[in-house]
């Protein structure tokens, strides 16, 4: 049996395989059921205990030799794709998985979009922000009944810091840096202390809309608004229903008229048609002397609406809480070319 095995040993070192055919026959020759190693395996309980280690060694290294022949030819076998492309010029791409982008930012990039094309720049500020630019410069001081409006997140090192509560904030810091006229959008995500639920999360995002000129009135809001409302939503009856915001005087929240066709428009307009949309109002004239605007000159409307609720009106989503979960599987289903 030794012998047997020295053979095979020496045949294996001069082994010559020429093709993917050659190398399965080489495969099923050693390594099948049927084949040399388990054979070799199967005389193993015939030959004498002194010897089964020697041998069992033996013909183990057989076995590992013939998968290192293996793996190596199959390799020097497989053309690589770019030799598979010089093989056939009309052969269509590899097809390359793109990713997609998250319904968030698609939602957000359209609001911004559709701003844009109207004269409005972009606008940044910081998520941890201070108690001036959240809200006391927003006409809310310190012991204003507003402030138990937001459940806030507020930073232990330093009790003037905070978790921005809304995208408010970034409207004073774009006032501080810039003279009027002013046309901006603040998109960016805001922290609030809430029990996590299908409606509700900890943080979500906003957009934030201020504009600043000489003579702005109420009309250039209406008239905004309901382009806004017509681009993103193809709906054109909105209404203006009297609300409170500290920080805007009048203020108001828009609804639009979203239907009643099916089912669903039922159950997310409570039966009555319409829903809330976002809120907004005339920014009030304590807000731009906070910012050294001159409020004889100057006068202007703001607005701000949550991207999330307008993702799951858009996509029909109905937990907020998909949103966060990165499973791939609802993610790939959102395609853009925004
Ligand atoms: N900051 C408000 C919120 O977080 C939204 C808002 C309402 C922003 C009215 C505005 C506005 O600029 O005028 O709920």
Known sequence: MIEEINKHIADLEKIKLKDNDELEKFRIKYI??????????????EIPDA?????????NSIKEKVNEILSKQKKKFTKTSS?????????PANFIKLGSRHPISIVKNKITDIFLKIGFDISEGPEI????HNFTALNLPEYHPARDMQDTFYINKNPDWLLRTHTSSVQIRHMENNDPPIRTI?????YRN???SARSHCF?????GLYIDKGVSFVDLKQTLLHFTKELFGKSKIRLRPSYFPFTEPSAELDIYWGLQSEADYRITKGTGWLEILGCGMVDPNVLQN?????????GFAFGLGIERIAMLLYQIEDIRTLYENDLRFLNQFRSSI
């Open 83 to 91: 030799d598979q492309s010089f093989d056939d010029l009309t052969k």
């Open 291 to 299: 910012c050294k605007i001159d409020t004889e000159k100057f006068s």
């Open 51 to 59: 010897q089964k280690r020697e041998v069992g060694l033996k013909i």
């Open 194 to 196: 809430e029990d996590i």
């Open 204 to 208: 979500f995002h906003q957009v934030e």
């Open 129 to 132: 922000e201070d108690d001036w």
């Open 32 to 45: 099948s059921k049927k084949g040399i190693v388990p054979f070799l395996f199967s005389k193993l309980k």
């Open 186 to 190: 603040s998109p960016g995500r805001v």
